[in-house]
């Protein structure tokens, strides 16, 4: 291709392969671990420049863990310091998310907060991670059972769009399949009120809104602020395509080409077979060239 950088918008790392192995939960299509090290060689070896960590931390899943654990008589009710447990583990994976990308230019930070953590120590957190270098923020609705619209959210997005930081989040099914209504969060339609209320903010509706190929296409007609990314979509994974390459090139043009990232959702994806099938599509330079760079640069202001 040109001489311009190819960006992966769209990774997550993690400390130890035995937690990338876990996170994966089986799911793994690559045979990645997702160590640092792992996809930095990875990255070197398909050129691919530069990297968004979207790392986001389980809290939903580790509160529910913890409840469990419990005696039953006392699994009611709100449990706040196990809330604030929960919340510091978030932190320190987001420090950890930072102080990588100050270690490797090429692994930038979109560390991530959860509702469970409430709206002051979210807010707080976000001003925390942009001091720490953070270009962005992670959202992952489908995992925590929550919609974009979530009231306790609404000052984080007053803060975001302020500190003009984008928000990469889930879009669409959630893991392969909607269970336990994964997607019922993350339909692109449920994003509407954010984008309608806060018209100066980037949202990244992650892969291209899996499955609901017809909301993401009115929610781009209907808001210049909204934004995708093609990780799990298109993976060269064959028996896990959604969309033919046909079907792909026809989405991307309508959405519009200079609103779409390329992304791998590594390390359930590897970075090298996605570009390896992306650059297979049927679309032209210049159309290759935003999409895997030139968009992200703008959009992201990496």
């Known amino acids: 291709m040109a001489d311009y950088l190819v960006v992966d918008a769209h990774v997550h790392t993690y400390k130890t392969p035995e ?22 060689d990875i990255l070197r070896e398909a050129g691919i420049a530069k990297v968004v960590q979207v790392n986001m931390t389980p809290m939903r899943e580790m509160y529910h863990a913890a409840v469990e654990k ?12 196990i809330i604030a447990t929960m919340s510091e583990r978030v932190k320190r994976r987001n420090r950890w998310t930072c102080e990588l990308a100050r270690e490797h230019p090429e692994l930038i930070a979109f560390p991530s907060i959860d509702p469970l953590m409430g709206s002051e120590a979210m807010v707080a957190e976000v001003e925390a991670c942009a001091k720490d ?3 962005g923020i992670k959202l992952h609705p489908a995992e925590g059972h929550y919609f974009p619209r979530d009231e306790r959210l609404w000052p984080v997005y007053a803060k975001v769009q302020k500190l ?13 399949t909607d269970y336990e209504g994964g997607a019922s969060y993350t339909r692109p339609s449920n994003f509407e009120p954010v984008l309608e209320s806060f018209p100066k903010l980037k949202l990244v509706v992650a892969h291209l809104g899996h499955g609901y190929w017809n909301e993401s296409v009115e929610l781009a007609k209907k808001y210049p602020n909204v934004f995708f990314d093609t990780s799990a979509v298109i993976s060269g994974v064959e028996h896990l395509q959604t969309l033919s390459a046909s079907d792909a090139v ?4 309508t959405l519009g080409v200079e609103r779409v990232m390329f992304g791998s959702d590594y390390p359930w994806f590897s970075p090298a077979s996605s570009l390896k099938s992306f650059l297979q ?3 032209t330079t210049d159309e290759k060239e935003k999409i895997l760079g030139k968009n992200a640069r703008r959009i992201l202001k990496i």
């Open 281 to 283: 599509l049927s679309l």
């Open 164 to 176: 003009g930081l984008p928000i990469i989040s889930h879009g669409g099914v959630f893991m392969m």
């Open 250 to 253: 026809s989405l991307i043009r």
């Open 19 to 40: 937690i990338g192995l876990q996170a994966m939960g089986g799911a793994g299509q690559a045979g990645c671990n997702g160590t640092p090290e792992e996809l930095l």
């Open 70 to 81: 419990l005696p039953e008589n006392q699994r009611k009710g709100e449990h706040p310091e």
């Open 133 to 135: 270098g953070a270009k």
